[in-house]
């Protein structure tokens, strides 16, 4: 018999299967389930719908994989792409006052996210140490964003504030938390879902060994339907598959703004008649976002 679950973990060669009626199971993959595909999108990873057999109580064996709507890829440190995630409807970036957000991450993580494609949204999390830490680069942070058309929402995982608000972008969707380490995406994930210890304990049970720590991805099914993934915290993030054309929706006030350039292969840099250098120095452009955009769009270049 041929069945449909979903991968709620990965272990190596092993996978941990969310059922249709939300039990966990465990199950060994075959080797290059997608032959068709390239080496680094041939295992199943968290998110993947996948064909298992069962072949007895104990074993079952997945056979093949479901054609993907998206996957997030990053380098990995050899600078060869790696799998986070697939079947993304939305990706919440998570920041915080500490660790002190890193807007260039912020804006890889837009590139890559448009080139899935799938939804932003930006959660301020760690609202309660406000007014204490780094409360204007916080303010301005959300300001900018907002400005460019991207949800933010402020939350505090330990106080309960704006958990609400996180819930009604969750319905019928599956997200994906990500982020820096540290800044609180296990603590909402756990907000959000008051039950995951649980949870967490009963995926270590049927992989049968601790597994406590953010250390791979899990994807957790949410009692209003939907499904959230915690994602391990990363150092630092590269749009593996930013594409030129994303480009536009990652970075809006740039791209509209080059159709003014006066070279239409204007490359902002040091070009006359270059409206973005113009909107930069008007303050409707911050440098910063320039400098990452032209940074994103050299890589698509080279790749
Ligand atoms: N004050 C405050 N602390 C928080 C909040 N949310 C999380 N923390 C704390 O921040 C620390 C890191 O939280 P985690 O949820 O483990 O962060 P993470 O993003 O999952 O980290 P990784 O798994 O390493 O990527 C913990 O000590 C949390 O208690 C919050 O809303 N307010
Ligand atoms: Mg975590
Ligand atoms: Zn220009």
């Given at each position: 018999m041929n069945e449909v679950a979903r991968v709620a973990a990965r272990f190596g060669a092993e996978l941990i299967l969310r059922m249709g009626d939300g039990e966990l199971r465990r199950a060994v993959a075959r080797r290059n389930?997608?032959?068709?595909?390239p080496p680094h999108l041939r295992a199943a990873v968290c998110g993947d719908f996948v064909n298992f057999e069962d072949h007895s109580q104990e074993k079952r064996v997945v056979v093949g994989l479901r054609p993907r709507k998206n996957i997030l890829l990053r380098p990995n440190h050899r600078g060869r792409p790696l799998a986070?995630?697939?079947?993304?409807?939305?990706?919440?970036i998570v920041i915080a006052p500490c660790p002190a957000p890193d807007l260039r991450m912020i804006d890889r993580y837009l590139a890559a996210i448009a080139a899935m494609p799938s939804e932003a949204v930006i959660v301020i999390n760690k609202?309660?140490?406000l007014e204490t830490a780094r409360d204007e680069l916080m303010e301005s942070t959300a300001a900018l964003y907002t400005g460019l058309g991207f949800p933010v929402i402020h939350v505090s995982a330990a106080t309960g504030e704006g958990i609400d608000e996180i819930e009604k972008h969750l319905q019928g969707k599956t997200t994906l938390l990500a982020g820096q380490?540290?800044?609180g995406k296990s603590s909402l994930a756990r907000a959000l879902i008051p039950d995951i210890d649980i949870r967490i304990g009963q995926l270590s049970a049927v992989h049968g060994e601790g597994c406590h720590a953010t250390s791979l991805a899990r994807l957790y099914g949410l009692d209003s339907s939907g499904e959230l993934i915690d994602s391990p915290g990363v150092r630092g993030f590269s749009p593996y598959q930013a594409k030129a054309n994303a480009l536009a929706v990652a970075f809006p006030e740039i791209t509209g703004e080059a159709l003014h350039c006066r070279f239409h292969d204007c490359q902002h840099t040091a070009e006359p008649g270059c409206a973005i250098k113009f909107a930069v120095n008007e303050g409707r452009i911050t440098s910063t976002r320039l400098r990452h955009y032209l940074e994103i769009y050299a890589e698509t270049k080279r790749s």
């Open positions: 389930l997608a032959k068709d595909q986070t995630a697939a079947n993304i409807d939305q990706v919440l609202v309660d140490l380490s540290g800044v």
